[in-house]
């Protein structure tokens, strides 16, 4: 008896691990980061489940923001798991940043708990819209995302709403769990159809059967159970729009399941993407797996789609009548010089960078730019001119200003330099040697720089190049990365090419969806070569954007005609989601005197209309545009005007109406 007493109590320690295993729960979550408040353990369900949901939320919101939500659901077969996982950090976090109220929600993880916990997710929906004034939501736009497990249970919450069965009762009666969209994350689609598979993910047919631990009952005989548990029978043309984002490695989800689930999409015509990555297995975030990179970036992916489908009555396309409303009294002289360009600082000041006499130099505000300092040389050149100065104020606090480096004396090479400062523009440094080097000759130069500072860190740098083409006239895009502030750079890779073309004067900027976009004037495939603007769009992998690809959008303005030149670009987004894009037009060859436009676009930087001119018909060069924090738009030009020349500013709002200037 004491010996068989022993042997079952070996037992339950010995299973005490598995079942422990089964319904982990994390304790606590690491710190937020920057941008990001988190609320943990806030209560979703009825008073006494122990299942909670955590909330990452946008920080520093007006108080008059509504932000779109997504819930987000974790795997771990159906009964293990928690929202405190480091996958669902790191997905909460980067959508919160993106400007998402996200709810990483804790379900019954009970064996045989079907549907009640399709019910917790669901209530998970119904909780963000019942208490949306209380956390800042726009309840009319509220998506799903999930992995594995929770990648099934995303689908399930967004195609059987309104089916009677799979509806919970309590604790929200009467609230909608509708949503707008889904993201599955390796997620099991048809129970019926899954399948084991070979240690390179490729289905052997032996049927998997992991969904019995939820399901109660085996697959044989209750084939209608596990059909009705499955999100494939349930698509049909109202389905809401899915992304489908799948390892081909994959050895617990077959990747076939993926396939499947977008083939039955296609056929009803629902919206959809697929995303197969290469050689990767199971359970990856937006960035890792198996603890490295993957080969492509998927918070790109994964927030253009949200915000397409969440976003959009947020920021929606401008109506033909929008317009910018130029404000004439505000028209004023900052001082001599061309090529502006105009920073907000962190401490409130305005900086304007300009290049007069060969030399790049600053001015700096205190008043929101009623006046302007005396200007401060910020960089020379010993053998030419330092010229299209673009400055970057780094999270780091220090400014940098890149320029072009532009020989006279036809032995020294053009170059893209870099200076710095570390007191708001008031004194510089200049980094000991070029960031690049061209040719000495003029036809094989490269120009026009401009940098922009992603989120992580990295600072991308991008100028026009035609040293990579000395036979012929092409020009791409080049672009340089650093991730020491300046201190260090990769080598230089074409971002942008065009073959006969030549991409010219990019103008990088990070949307508030988080997708990079890059404005260049392009030649397109006009036959007049008249150069336009051209939004090119990043890839997660950095490949080159070359011409006829899908992220190189030519016809950025609406209704342009061929014949017009319209370069010079530059590019700035609102608050309020719309982009504006400036540019200098005129006839093409010869140009008949460029005039400064400016144009309204989405915020996808698209479909941009209502062409306004800031200075009416007065010719100008090198525009460009800054967004003041109250929305004022601030345009620039190197012009003469009332016998001054130099640089000039007018200040205007977005406005509806026909009165274009």
């Known amino acids: 008896m004491r010996r068989s007493w022993c042997c079952i109590l070996i037992a339950l320690v010995l299973a005490a691990p598995l079942c422990a295993q089964t319904t982990k729960r994390a304790a606590k979550l690491p710190p937020a980061p920057a941008g990001v408040v988190i609320q943990q353990n806030v209560t979703y369900l009825e008073p006494q489940r122990a299942e909670k949901l955590d909330l990452y939320l946008p920080a520093d919101r007006p108080k008059d923001v509504r932000s779109p939500a997504i819930v987000l659901i974790h795997g771990g077969g159906w009964v293990g798991g928690d929202k405190a996982s480091g996958r669902e950090f790191e997905i909460g976090a980067t959508l919160a940043k993106a400007g998402y109220v996200v709810a990483s929600i804790n379900y019954t993880l009970e064996r045989g708990n079907w549907p009640s916990n399709l019910f917790d997710c669901k209530n998970g929906v119904r909780f963000l819209r019942k208490n949306s004034e209380t956390y800042q939501i726009d309840g009319k736009h509220i998506g799903v995302i999930g992995g594995s497990a929770g990648g099934h249970l995303a689908l399930m919450v967004a195609y059987t709403t309104d089916v009677a069965d799979l509806e919970p009762k309590s604790p929200y009666p009467g609230v909608s769990d509708a949503v707008n969209c889904v993201v599955d994350m390796y ?3 048809d129970l019926l159809t899954r399948s084991k598979t070979d240690d390179k993910g490729n289905a052997i047919g032996t049927p998997g059967d992991k969904a019995a631990a939820m399901l109660k009952d085996e697959r044989e005989g209750h084939e209608d159970l596990w059909k009705s548990a499955s999100p494939v029978t349930y698509i049909n043309k109202h389905t809401p729009p899915t992304l489908i984002l799948h390892g081909t490695a994959d050895t617990t989800v077959n990747r076939d399941q993926a396939t499947e689930l977008e083939a039955k999409l296609k056929e009803a015509g629902v919206e959809h993407e697929i995303h197969m990555i290469p050689a990767i297995g199971h359970t990856f975030d937006f960035q890792t797996w198996n603890h490295k990179p993957l080969p492509q970036d998927l918070r790109p992916v994964a927030v253009r789609f949200l915000n397409q489908h969440l976003k959009s009555s947020a920021f929606p396309a401008p109506r033909a009548e929008v317009n910018i409303d130029w404000n004439p009294l505000t028209l004023r002289y900052l001082g001599p010089g061309g090529y502006p360009r105009m920073i907000a600082l962190k401490n409130g000041a305005t900086l304007l960078s300009c290049e007069e006499r060969g030399r790049a130099v600053v ?52 170059a893209i330099c870099m200076t710095s400062s570390s007191d708001g523009g008031r004194t510089w440094s200049p980094r000991p040697d070029p960031i690049y080097t061209a040719d000495s000759d003029r036809k094989n130069g490269c120009w026009e720089p401009a940098a922009v500072q992603r989120p992580a860190g990295e600072i991308d740098l991008f100028f026009a190049n035609e040293s990579p083409y000395r036979e012929s006239d092409e020009q791409e895009i080049s672009v340089m990365r650093s991730t020491d502030d300046g201190a260090s750079w990769s080598d230089a890779r074409s971002f942008s090419f ?11 900027l990070i949307l508030k969806s988080g997708e990079l976009v890059v404005v260049v004037e392009d030649t397109g495939d006009r036959k007049t070569r008249a150069l336009q603007p051209t939004i090119l769009h990043s890839d997660p992998r950095d490949t080159s954007v070359i011409g006829g690809s899908d992220r190189r959008r030519t016809a950025a303005i609406h209704s342009l005609d061929e014949r017009l030149y319209a370069g010079a670009p530059y590019i700035a987004q609102l608050s309020t989601g719309e982009t504006i894009l400036s540019c200098q037009t005129g006839l093409w060859m010869g140009r008949a005197g460029p005039r400064p436009a400016l144009f309204v676009g ?16 007065k010719q ?42």
């Not at 065009?498 to 990088?508: E, F």
């Not at 525009?623 to 345009?635: C, E, P, Q």
Request: hydrophobic residues 30%; without cysteine.
């Open 187 to 189: 997620g099991i689609t």
């Open 363 to 414: 001015r700096r505000s205190e008043d929101d730019g009623k006046t302007w300092s005396d200007a401060i040389e910020a960089a020379r050149s010993n053998d030419g001119a330092a010229v299209n100065p673009q400055p970057l104020q780094l999270r780091s606090g220090t400014i940098v200003l890149i320029y072009n480096d532009r020989p006279t004396d036809h032995k020294s090479p053009y």
């Open 498 to 508: 065009r073959k006969g073309g030549r991409d010219g004067m990019p103008v990088p």
């Open 602 to 617: 989405d915020a996808t930087a698209s479909q941009f209309k209502a062409a306004t001119k800031p200075f009416e018909e």
């Open 620 to 661: 100008g060069e090198w525009n460009s545009l800054f967004v003041r924090d109250d929305d004022t738009i601030v345009a620039l030009i190197g012009t003469e005007i009332d016998h001054k020349s130099g640089v000039w500013a007018i200040d205007g709002r977005l406005a509806s109406g026909d009165d274009s200037r």
